[in-house]
């Protein structure tokens, strides 16, 4: 198991292709805002979509960010989170 990388976006913000980047190596991005979330796969869906979906009105990548496994969490919702832990019961 990799150990985990935790990084804080106030001093090192990812935005633009360095925000790609950690995308792209994704088989599957979840973004969540509120309630709601959108499924994404970097490997078919448009780039430009799926960075105006996950980068913030700064132009930074939306936190929290988590990786697990070959999918990543961009942003907070209750609802994915526990779908998320469901998955792994």
């Known amino acids: ?31 969540a805002k509120g309630k709601n979330y959108q499924v994404f796969d970097p490997r078919t869906d448009d ?14 990548l939306r936190a929290p960010v988590l990786r697990m496994g070959d999918r990543i969490l961009v942003g907070f919702s209750e609802s994915l989170y526990a779908r ?3 998955e792994g019961a």
């Open 84 to 86: 998320i832990a469901g």
């Open 47 to 60: 780039k430009e979509t799926i960075l105006a979906a996950a980068l913030g009105r700064t132009g930074n």
């Open 1 to 31: 198991m990799t150990p985990a990388r935790v990084a804080d976006a106030r001093k090192e913000p990812l935005a633009g292709e360095a925000a790609w980047q950690v995308l792209a190596g994704a088989g599957e991005i979840l973004v």
